[in-house]
T-cell receptor, first 113, second 114 residues
Framework: GENVEQHPSTLSVQEGDSAVIKCTYS??????FPWYKQELGKRPQLIID?????GEKKDQRIAVTLNKTAKHFSLHITETQPEDSAVYFC????????????FGEGTQLTVNP | DAGITQSPRHKVTETGTPVTLRCHQT?????MYWYRQDPGHGLRLIHY???????DKGEVSDGYSVSRSKTEDFLLTLESATSSQTSVYFC?????????????FGPGTRLTVT
């Protein structure tokens, strides 16, 4: 089955700096890669996703890049703010109806004011 | 947030007792999922459903069963709870539109087995 590895497990940055979280996947058939943000005690929230027909997608301060050849994808957050502090999860699946997501273990991002 | 609720939100139970968690959705989505979340393991799929009475196992299904008799409800049952099943359980839903793959999560149930 699919295996997703996520690095780093913890990341601390200063407010205004950029943050990058990286994930690798094992199944070359995977073609859907979402990112979730989870604040303490809350549910995971989908923040951005990318499908394999594109290499990059941006949404304001958040961007995701995908390298299918190397089987890795990354989340980039620019101009970080304290409210970006949370646990971020990457995931991978074969994009079909009812796709089964395989998640990475998460990255605890702390943005220091 | 998508119209997903979970009940109970918190439960403490004893080893060996049966426990049922409920997920209810008002979005009429076809697919429903149960995940458990533990420190150091992220989210792991327990079971999922692709329609009424249609379910399948995920990666950590041992000790769990599910049922879906209506589109809006997906039940997760621990037949005989063990301490290793202490976890936070999340339900998720997705539809079969062009946005297939996007999953939205419920608020979670914190289960403690003593």
């Amino acid at each position: 089955g699919e295996n997703v590895e996520q690095h780093p497990s913890t990341l601390s940055v200063q407010e205004g700096d950029s943050a990058v979280i990286k994930c690798t996947y094992s199944d070359s058939a995977s073609n859907y890669f979402p990112w979730y943000k989870q604040e303490l005690g809350k549910r995971p929230q989908l923040i951005i996703d990318i499908r394999s027909n594109v290499g990059e997608k941006k949404d304001q301060r958040i961007a995701v890049t995908l390298n299918k050849t190397a089987k890795h994808f990354s989340l980039h957050i620019t101009e970080t703010q304290p409210e970006d502090s949370a646990v971020y999860f990457c995931a991978a699946s074969i994009r079909t109806s009812g796709s089964r997501l395989t998640f990475g273990e998460g990255t605890q991002l702390t943005v220091n004011p | 947030d998508a119209g997903i609720t979970q009940s109970p939100r918190h439960k403490v139970t004893e080893t060996g007792t049966p426990v049922t968690l409920r997920c209810h959705q008002t979005e009429n989505h076809r697919y429903m999922y149960w995940y458990r979340q533990d420190p150091g393991h992220g989210l792991r799929l327990i079971h999922y459903s692709y329609g009424v009475k249609d379910t399948d196992k995920g990666e950590v299904s041992d000790g769990y069963s599910v049922s879906r008799s209506k589109t809006e409800d997906f039940l997760l049952t621990l037949e005989s709870a063990t301490s290793s099943q202490t976890s936070v359980y999340f339900c998720a839903i997705s539809d079969d539109s062009l946005l297939a793959g996007e999953q939205y999560f419920g608020p979670g149930t914190r289960l403690t087995v003593t």
